[in-house]
């Protein structure tokens, strides 16, 4: 008996636990958890990863040490099992994990894992702030390889990222055609488990498509289903996501529930060391304040990106800071629609501020078209966003 099995061997005599209890708890039968612990058979990533959550709930680094030590001792499913590795450890952001899976696939022998090792490594790379374009053309050239039905996992992981990098461009007009030919490739998965991991992934993407379309009744209705998927059980941290995702949903029509949410969201993410949702979130609640100018003395300036930190400047009446800004990201390239709009704050030209809006309803961004709009709708040249409140 190995040191992970014989942990959680000991877990269960200590609470005086059955293998019986434990399979209830992880939705499995008893055998597969007895054959497993005496050495008589392997179990799925998913089942592990259900156990190692439920044994050890607060100790993420320990949950790795262990997915670490499971994978090393891998006989038999050895592709499928790395595969969903991947996934679990990219949503629940185990980045130990994640190093692990990208350094054994590059030195692995069979080539099909030698092949997902940079597919894997751009995932990585975009939790620590990879350039989006970078990646975006990366992403294409590594489409016209990754061809065909044995491949259909590694084409829907280039499609997801692609998706992921349009949101983030705030290009949600342009994602439909990688969405629909994922809706192809996914019939070509085999494993119950990876479609399953992949299917709500997928859904919350949606959800979140949704949310940008300001289609916020649709949006709603597949976030609160995702609260109780299976899944769920095993990725703590996706609890985060659909709080962070609920918050920004209410930024121009609730003060209170868009706070809620962001902060319950913060916490989660704080909690288990997710740096990248963490820092989306904070800032999602600095421009939260920013547009309602509420709580502004409790932003901290040097975290924000750089649309909030000029929004910041602007409610701050440093005209010359802001615009400075938007120069320094006008040299570096296109302005985004967001930081037309400042620009056209900063000039008082309102042609500006219209002009945002169309780059905004171009890119089907009709959610945050609607600061823009707030903008332009005051007609005054005033900084002041003409936010109001729903019924509670």
């Not at 609890?239 to 902060?263: A, Q, W």
Request: glycine letters at 2%; a negative charge; aromatic letters at 10%.
């Amino acid at each position: 008996m190995n040191f992970v099995k014989k942990s959680i061997d000991d877990y269960l005599s200590e609470r005086k636990m059955s293998y019986e209890e434990l399979a209830s708890m992880v939705d499995v039968a008893q055998t597969t958890i007895s054959n497993w612990i005496n050495s008589e058979s392997e179990i799925s990533i998913t089942t592990f990863c259900k156990i190692v959550q439920k044994i050890f709930p607060e100790q993420k680094q320990l949950q790795e040490e262990y997915i670490i030590d499971y994978l090393n001792g891998l006989k038999n499913r050895k592709v499928i099992n790395i595969k969903i590795a991947f996934l679990i450890s990219y949503l629940n952001r185990y980045r130990m994990v994640l190093d692990y899976l990208i350094r054994n696939c590059k030195e692995d022998k069979e080539s099909c894992l030698k092949n997902y090792a940079k597919l894997f490594e751009l995932y990585s790379e975009r939790l620590d702030n990879a350039d989006n374009r970078d990646q975006f053309l990366e992403l294409e050239t590594m489409s016209v390889t990754m061809t065909g039905k044995k491949q259909a996992d590694a084409s829907i992981l280039i499609d997801i990222l692609k998706m992921l990098i349009l949101l983030d461009l705030s290009e949600v007009s342009l994602i439909r055609n990688y969405r629909n030919r994922i809706n192809t490739n996914i019939n070509h998965l085999t494993n119950t488990d990876q479609k399953e991991l992949i299917e709500f992934w997928l859904a919350e993407i949606d959800s979140y498509q949704l949310l940008r379309e300001d289609k916020l009744t649709e949006f709603r209705k597949i976030n609160s289903s995702l609260k109780v998927n299976p899944v769920m059980k095993y990725l703590p941290t996706l609890h985060g996501v659909l709080e962070s995702r609920n918050g920004e949903s209410y930024i121009f029509t609730n003060y209170k529930k868009s706070f809620d949410h962001t902060t319950r969201a913060i916490k989660i993410f704080e909690k288990w060391q997710d740096e990248f949702r963490y820092q989306i979130a904070s800032n999602n609640l600095s421009f939260l304040k920013l547009v309602w100018e509420r709580d502004i003395n409790t932003i901290d300036v040097a975290s924000l990106n750089t649309e909030e930190k000029i929004l910041y400047f602007i409610k701050m009446e440093k005209e010359d800071l802001a615009m400075s800004l938007l120069n320094q990201a006008e040299n570096d390239g296109e302005l985004t629609p967001l930081m037309t709009c400042f620009k056209g704050m900063l000039t008082k030209n309102r042609e500006l501020i219209r002009q945002s809006i169309n780059m905004f309803i171009q890119k089907n961004d009709r959610f945050f078209v609607k600061f823009a709009e707030m903008i332009y709708n005051r007609g005054d040249n005033s900084y002041v966003i003409n936010v109001k409140e729903e019924s509670i």
